[in-house]
């Protein structure tokens, strides 16, 4: 039996939060601190230094000997440097250990180093890292030893965003600001902000360590670039919500455990659909804070899978023919004193407010549907969305019946008089309860539904930052309450302006609502009669992010200068070509030297047990053979594919940068790669499992 963990003694000890800021800081310094992160404005210097000094004396208690400004660039990971507490040594030979509150606020990466879509120059280095106060520090234990990470924004020398968490916070900004002038609108004079509230279904698969590096594709990309389906897959559906194994559980629990140390609310851990795949859900939390908790799970995962013999796949698409990896992004709207805005309550055709910000939500969502389609897009998900595993690459809004009816009387008659009422279930069982029912199902296909008091958006890909989603989603919601603050802010009779409003949006939004089968041919033709768009690929979806109306929302409310955004389009369309650049290369690889020459061993192998049998006098060779020239077919077959793909990667790489460029690996590179991937996966069926030059998918996928 493992060691007993007692929860509630180990849950954040390793986390500079309120309590142990109110235990170290002197009140008056705690209180401007929490007065700042409340209300926003500067640290003062003075200030700075007990934090910091407080800080510092925690961390080494926790046996920290470096701090690092812990931020998230562009390239999708997040990133650090580690510097020692020590200071120049003394007369004496002995070094003090010192953290400034200059050092705590401020660091200096080097800004030329990181993805930037042009906005710093290879020689113009200097970025800054500024404390996130509003998301507490935390003391990582690892390989390292311990080490303080300060969750940070970063900047460039000028002023612009290089990072996820910046842009991210402006946003938060922006809902807050025009939330709060809704609410006031309604009477509220005790909410003082409205924070977005968000929690992240992360999902993700567990192989074996050896196999793992057996695979070139597993080692440069995170997926497996061949590989034919084994005997069995998911048909049976015996693996999701199934008894746990063992091995795996001990996984789970160190992964909780470490979770649970730094302040992550692991709360729901079970077997996802496909073989050897797994969730884990967090409770909410403010979305920077979220957004930092996301990639905690991503790292610990990953380290923890390590110490257990296995590696974590967080690829949206490890695995052809078998269910990939999402994200579930949870986003609702809550207020520093407990209401969640988006809680219809019992009678929602009777809650004015609920309808109002409903509306908004569908309009926003209705306007902005590329743009948040984007916020999803990255060359994993194009395997992914659209695949009756995740939801289309078409926008639409599940509200389920109750809201949909109560939207469809306020259209037609201008006015809701009723809401459908929860039920009871029976289960026809005399020993089972009744169970109260919801009032709506739940809907798996759509890409944005309603799920109670919340909005799930599942379009997100497994390995994604969740910042660039919640971004969208917080400033069109800003957008949509600044529009109806305008006009109620004007009106004369305020309840009449407010029903004409809900009405509005209803009417002029509704296609966005489908609350019907997401996966089927018939929601595609539905989905262009409505006009709504599908947008299919990553490289389809980046041009979202310099429309007109995107660059007019996000400099309204200062969440992207033009320079950034055009900066993000540059970045993102080199993402997407050298990813595709880094798969062409290893197929080109893996075909050349290890299944080419595999399978000429084999076929020599059947070669001479002919002519053996022959010499034994056995005329009867035909199943020898015929599986010689199904072979030599084959190869013969990935012989030009691989040259294609040769030839047509060769030209990619010498193009410039830039949309073109991705378009190009887009339309002619993955085409080329499916196509030498499909002899290899034939000849894969064909050649002794003892001459194939690594582990199969069974292997990977149950053999855990």
């Known amino acids: 039996m493992g060691e007993y963990v007692k929860v509630s003694e180990i849950f954040g000890e390793n986390v500079f939060n309120d309590t142990v800021m109110q235990e170290r800081l002197p009140k008056k310094v705690y209180k401007k601190l929490k007065d700042i992160i409340a209300e926003g404005g500067d640290l003062d210097l003075e200030t700075a230094d007990v934090i910091a000094h407080e800080m510092k004396e925690w961390a080494i208690e926790k046996g920290a000997t470096h701090y690092t400004h812990w931020f998230q660039p562009l390239t999708g990971v997040t ?58 520090a935390f003391v990582r234990q690892d390989a390292a030893g311990a080490t303080l990470c300060i969750p940070t924004a970063f900047c460039s020398y000028t002023g612009e965003a290089l990072d996820q968490k910046t842009p991210l916070l402006r946003s938060m900004e922006a809902v807050d600001t025009q939330a709060i002038r809704l609410l006031r609108l309604f009477g509220n004079t ?4 409205v924070t977005p509230s968000v929690g992240a279904e992360q999902e993700y698969f567990l192989v074996d360590r050896e196999k793992f590096y057996e695979r070139k594709d597993l080692i440069y990309t995170g997926r497996t670039l061949f590989g034919a389906m084994p005997p069995k897959g998911q048909e049976m559906d015996d693996h999701y919500f199934g008894t746990i194994r063992q091995k795996i559980a001990a996984y789970m629990k160190d992964v909780n455990e470490e979770l649970w140390k730094l302040g992550v609310t692991a709360k729901t851990q079970h077997n996802e659909v496909a073989p050897a795949q797994h969730e884990l859900a967090p409770i909410y939390a403010e979305a920077n804070v979220a957004v930092d908790h996301n990639q905690i799970i991503m790292q610990t995962l990953k380290r923890v899978a390590t110490k257990h013999g296995m590696k974590c796949l967080l690829h949206e698409k490890p695995f052809a023919g078998v269910n990939g ?15 969640n805005l988006l809680d219809p309550g019992k009678t929602p055709h009777e809650n004015i407010k609920f309808l109002l910000i409903l509306s908004c939500i569908i309009k926003a969502v209705d306007e902005h549907a590329g743009l948040l389609r984007e916020s999803a897009a990255d060359p994993g998900n194009d395997h992914r969305l659209g695949a009756n595993e995740a939801p289309p690459a078409i926008i639409s809004i599940f509200l389920g019946e109750q809201l949909e009816d109560v939207v469809e009387q306020l259209v037609s008659t201008g006015t809701a008089t009723s809401s459908k009422k929860e039920g009871v279930l029976e289960t026809g069982v005399r020993t089972l ?54 006009v109620l802010e004007k009106a004369d009779n305020f309840d009449e302006a407010v029903h004409d409003l809900i009405k509005k949006n209803f009417s002029e939004h509704q296609r966005i609502i489908f609350n019907g089968n997401g996966y089927s041919d018939a929601w595609i033709a539905e989905a262009e009669r409505r006009g709504l768009p599908n947008i299919r690929s990553m490289v389809e979806a980046i041009p979202e992010l310099l429309a007109d109306k995107s660059v007019n929302l996000f400099e309204k409310f200062g969440v992207f200068t033009r320079a950034e955004l055009e900066s993000r389009v540059e970045v993102k369309y080199e993402n997407y070509a050298k990813t595709i650049n880094i798969e062409a290369k290893t197929m080109i690889d893996m075909a050349a030297k290890q299944f080419i020459p595999a399978v ?74 499916e196509a030498l991937r499909e002899p290899v996966d034939e000849l894969e069926m064909l050649v002794d499992k003892e001459m194939w030059p690594m582990p199969s998918y069974g292997d990977l996928l149950f053999e855990v």
């Open 79 to 136: 990133a650090e440097k580690h510097d020692s507490f020590i200071t120049a040594p003394l007369p004496s030979g002995k070094v003090l250990m010192s953290f400034s509150g200059k050092e705590l606020i401020k660091g200096e990466p080097d800004a030329s180093s990181f993805p930037s879509g042009g906005l710093r120059a290879t020689f113009e280095a200097r970025g800054y890292t500024a404390w996130d106060c509003t998301s507490p």
């Open 190 to 193: 005790t909410s003082k902000k």
């Open 325 to 339: 990896s999402g994200k579930h992004n949870n986003w609702s709207l809550t207020t520093d004193d407990g209401l």
């Open 433 to 486: 309860p009744e169970l109260d029912k919801d009032a709506t199902d739940r809907n798996r296909t759509s890409p944005f539904a309603f799920t109670g008091n919340k909005f799930e958006f599942r379009m997100v890909g497994s390995r994604d930052s969740i910042a660039a989603p919640n971004i969208v989603l917080n400033t069109i919601m800003a957008e949509a309450f600044c529009d109806v603050c305008d």
């Open 600 to 673: 000429i061993r084999y076929t020599k192998t059947l070669a001479d047990a002919i002519v053996s049998i022959r010499a034994a006098g056995v005329e009867e060779v035909s199943v020898q053979k015929k599986l010689l020239e199904d072979c030599s077919v084959l190869l013969r077959k990935t012989q030009e594919a691989l040259k294609s793909l040769t030839e047509i990667e060769a030209k990619a790489c010498v193009m410039e940068e830039g949309k073109e460029q991705a378009e190009f690996y887009h339309n002619m590179v993955v085409p080329a790669m």
